[in-house]
Structure formats: C-alpha cells, structure tokens
C-alpha cells in the first residue's frame, strides 16, 4: 500500500507555527525569557511533529495531526510561553491526562499501519488486543516523556521535575488514567458498531 500525503499544513500546524515565530519575534522586542524559551520550543517541537507525520509512512488523518499539534500547543505556548504550569494550579496533571488520550488517539494508525504490514485485517482482532496495545503505548509514551524531562534536568541542570518521585508518578498515573478513559470510550464506541 502506498500512501499519498497531503502535504499541505493543517490549522493547528499552521497556527503553531506562526505563534511560535509572534512569540520569537515578541520575545527580540520585549527581552521576556519565557516567550523566547517558549517561541523556540513551539518552532522546534511544531518543525519536528510536522516533518514526523510527513515522512513516516503511516496514514494519520487531520484529526490525529490536529490532536497532536493541540497537544503541543496546550504544552507549549500555553504551559511554558505563557506560564500556565505557575497561574493554574494542577494544570500539568490535566496536560498529561490529555496526553494519555492523545497518545491513545496517535496509537491507532500506527496499529493499522502494522497490520498492513503483517497482512492482518484490523477488524478481525479482538478489541480487547486493541486497547491493550493503545494503553501499552500511551504507557510508554508517558515513562519516555519522564525518562526526557530527567535527562534534560541532570544534564541541563534544571528543575522541570521539582526533584520529585510525587511529580514523576502523578504524571504517569494521570497519563495512563487519561489513556484508559479513552479506551472505555473506544471500547463501547466499537461495541456499538458491532451490533
């Protein structure tokens, strides 16, 4: 099977791009550290999602590029450009819940896509494999995502993490919770479709 992309940038790709470029170019004027910080990391992360949906060869549709790039644009330009993570109190724990569904939502293609591959019709597996395999990746995805933030705090010397095992495993408990309530919802939609 070969897949044709679209090529063309979604919305939120698009509106990504352009605040990150505002925040940079804000941030030369008015010399704030958390609009650079936050401008070059919503440019990089923006870049670096876009070229990953284009050059891998797996078929997302806009709505999981979307989710996605509103993934790093709640993370991103709201949590770090504009300092939602200190004005709102438990806005982390909601970011990696919404993380947990992302990653879920991201997981399918990318089954499809090795379904294919394996010659396996995905509508003859069990549902039950199916969200065993989107809760394992949003699983992983949540322990890499903890496995960066440490590295880049013993290496860079920072503190995103507060040294804290409390924040470590309240993200990854509210990851995994985020991806299990979308696996339910997956669950009854799939069973609803069977009847």
């Given at each position: ?20 470029i505002i925040s940079i170019i804000l941030s030369l004027i ?7 910080y936050g401008g070059k990391s919503l440019l990089i992360a ?150």
């Amino acid at each position: 099977m070969h897949i044709k992309k679209d090529l063309r940038l979604t919305s939120f790709e698009l509106i990504n791009l352009i605040l990150s470029i505002i925040s940079i170019i804000l941030s030369l004027i008015l010399n704030d550290d958390n609009l650079i910080y936050g401008g070059k990391s919503l440019l990089i992360a923006s870049i670096i999602s876009i070229l990953f949906i284009r050059i891998c060869n797996i078929n997302f549709i806009k709505f999981e590029i979307n989710i996605l790039q509103f993934q790093i644009f709640i993370s991103i330009f709201l949590g770090t450009t504009l300092n939602f993570y200190s004005i709102l109190p438990n806005f982390d724990f909601y970011l990696h819940l919404f993380s947990g569904v992302m990653c879920s939502v991201i997981s399918i293609p990318i089954i499809k896509h090795f379904c294919y591959k394996s010659n396996l019709d995905i509508s003859n597996l069990r549902s039950g494999f199916i969200i065993f395999i989107m809760l394992g990746f949003a699983a992983l995805c949540g322990v890499l995502w903890e496995i960066y933030e440490f590295s880049v705090d013993k290496i860079l010397l920072l503190n995103t993490q507060n040294n804290s095992l409390l924040d470590t495993m309240t993200d990854i408990i509210a990851n995994t919770v985020g991806s299990i309530i979308f696996c339910v919802i997956y669950f009854f939609k799939h069973k609803e479709q069977a009847k």
